[in-house]
């Protein structure tokens, strides 16, 4: 049974940072493509990034820059460096892989107000 953990979000000024941090159990970290994912109030939950397992990342064109992914298969962990926040990446943030393990965790919420 896959289960993965979200955290570290919290409230933040625009122009601000954050990471956030995924712990997964259950499943076979280190063999598989890890992903961001995150959703807007009243829009469809979009992929923000992917790491490879060799951590190769790949982000989406609203991010690229802003955002790192990392990985540590030791820990089974994926963290995301988040820079720069604008109002636009409020959104709860979800790890996964890619394609998605068929369960979600319970995302942490990221908030970008002044």
């Known amino acids: 049974q896959v289960q993965l953990v979200e955290s570290g979000g919290g409230l933040v000024q625009p122009g601000g940072s954050l990471t956030l941090s995924c712990t997964v159990s259950?499943?076979?970290?280190?063999?598989?493509?890890v992903a961001w994912y995150r959703q807007a109030p009243h829009d469809e939950r979009e992929l923000i990034a992917t790491l490879t397992i060799n951590g190769l990342a790949d982000y989406k064109s609203s991010v690229k820059g802003r955002f790192a992914a990392t990985r540590d298969n030791a820990k089974n962990t994926t963290y995301l460096q988040m820079n720069n926040l604008k109002s636009g990446d409020t959104a709860l943030y979800y790890c996964n892989f890619l394609p998605n393990a068929g369960t979600w965790g319970p995302g942490t919420q990221v908030t970008v107000s002044s």
């Open positions: 259950g499943s076979r970290f280190n063999q598989k493509v």
